[in-house]
């Protein structure tokens, strides 16, 4: 049974947005820390920025200013919204709840 489920990737040029969603039931989604992770080619997965308990939001130099991370609890649901896209955030992006992770989605920059 899926309880993580990732949309929103997809291939944009530099310069341009996505907003990439992660939606997962009651249980999973109550985790006290919520982040967005992602995975370049050949590079070990990174943190990209972090929730916690609903309001503390951290994010890691290289997106700040560009990324925001937010929560709407409503909707069970965890947001990313990447703005002036660089080829170098071409990865793999996983919403992470706790110890469960979401599939995976792509995200390519690219003129």
């Known amino acids: 049974q899926v309880q993580v489920v990732e949309s929103g990737g997809g291939l944009v040029q530099p310069g341009g947005s996505l907003r990439l969603s992660c939606t997962a039931s009651g249980s999973i989604f109550s985790a006290l820390v919520k982040g967005w992770y992602r995975q370049a080619p050949g590079k070990q997965r990174e943190l990209v920025a972090v929730i916690i308990d609903g309001g503390i939001t951290k994010h890691v130099d290289s997106v700040k200013g560009r990324f925001t991370i937010s929560s709407d609890n409503a909707k069970n649901t965890l947001y990313l919204q990447l703005n002036s896209l660089k080829p170098e955030d071409t990865a793999v992006y996983y919403c992470?709840?706790?110890?469960?992770w979401g599939q995976g989605t792509q995200v390519t920059v690219s003129s």
């Open positions: 992470k709840f706790g110890a469960n």
